[in-house]
C-alpha cells in the first residue's frame, strides 16, 4: 500500500466497513489524486489513501492491489469479483467490479469453479 500513510489529526473522508475489507467507502467526492483520510477502526490511527481519479461520494476505491479474479470485500463480505488488476485508491465500480450477491447465474459458475453441485 505505498499509497496508504499514517497521519494524525485530519478529517475523516473515508470509510472501512470492516477489517477484513479491501475497499474503502467514500463519505464525499474524491478528485483525482486527492489525498482522503480514513481510520480501520474506532481506535485506530488516521491514514491516508490517495484517489488515482476521481470518484462520486459513495463508491469504493482500492484500499490495496486487486487482482483480476480476486473477490472484493466491503462489510466483511464478499460483494463481486474483480474483472482487472484495481491498483490501490482506485476507483471500484462497474468497470472493473462483476457484482456476484444475488446472481444465480454466478452462483451456479462459482460452484462449478469449486466442484460443488
Known amino acids: 500500500m505505498d499509497s496508504v500513510n499514517q497521519l494524525k489529526g485530519s478529517q475523516i473522508s473515508c470509510i472501512v ?3 477484513n475489507d479491501n475497499v474503502i467507502t467514500l ?6 489524486n486527492e489525498l482522503l483520510t480514513f481510520s480501520m477502526d474506532i481506535d485506530g490511527q488516521p491514514q ?3 484517489a488515482r481519479q476521481a470518484a462520486p461520494f459513495g463508491h469504493k476505491l482500492a ?3 486487486i487482482i483480476e479474479g480476486e473477490e472484493i470485500i466491503k ?3 464478499v460483494i463481486g469479483r474483480a474483472t482487472a488488476d484495481i491498483e490501490d485508491g ?9 457484482g456476484i450477491r444475488g ?10 469453479i469449486n466442484g460443488s453441485h
Open 17 to 19: 466497513m470492516n477489517k
Open 27 to 32: 463519505l464525499k467526492r474524491a478528485d483525482k
Open 48 to 50: 491516508t489513501l490517495r
Open 63 to 65: 484500499l490495496r492491489k
Open 75 to 77: 462489510y466483511g463480505e
Open 90 to 98: 482506485e476507483h471500484v465500480h462497474v468497470h472493473n467490479l462483476i
Open 103 to 112: 446472481r444465480g447465474d454466478q452462483s451456479k459458475l462459482k460452484e462449478n
